[in-house]
């Protein structure tokens, strides 16, 4: 069964900088997509980021420009940096992927913190 683990969360000061790593514990050559998905306390799951397997990234309105989403299939990772955090950035980050039979996969999730 193929497993995400994620890393790098953490306690940051707004402005802050954090990188988010995804590693698969098969190749993710043929995964349709991976990325991230984010939740705040009391809020829904909503989409940060997913990169294809062709293509370009689809960013969030409300992180564009801060954060950026890469893809090494051969190391099995997708990497989120995180620039110029803000406090409305808190919440749980959980690693999504979609593999090449249409099977959705979930991290255990990482928290990251935005505050003073």
């Known amino acids: 069964q193929v497993q995400l683990v994620e890393t790098g969360g953490g306690l940051v000061q707004p402005g802050g900088s954090l990188r988010l790593s995804c590693a698969a514990s098969?190749?993710?050559?043929?995964?349709?997509?991976m990325g991230w998905y984010r939740q705040a306390p009391g809020k829904e799951r909503e989409l940060v980021a997913l990169?294809?397997?062709?293509?370009?990234?689809i960013v969030a309105d409300s992180v564009k420009g801060r954060f950026t989403l890469s893809r090494d299939n051969a190391k099995n990772t997708v990497t989120m940096q995180m620039n110029n955090l803000k406090p409305e950035d808190t919440a749980v980050y959980y690693c999504?992927?979609?593999?090449?039979?249409?099977?959705?996969?979930w991290g255990q999730g990482t928290q990251v913190t935005v505050s003073s």
């Open positions: 098969e190749s993710v050559f043929s995964f349709n997509y």
């Open positions: 990169i294809p397997s062709r293509g370009s990234a």
């Open positions: 999504n992927a979609k593999t090449p039979v249409n099977r959705i996969l």
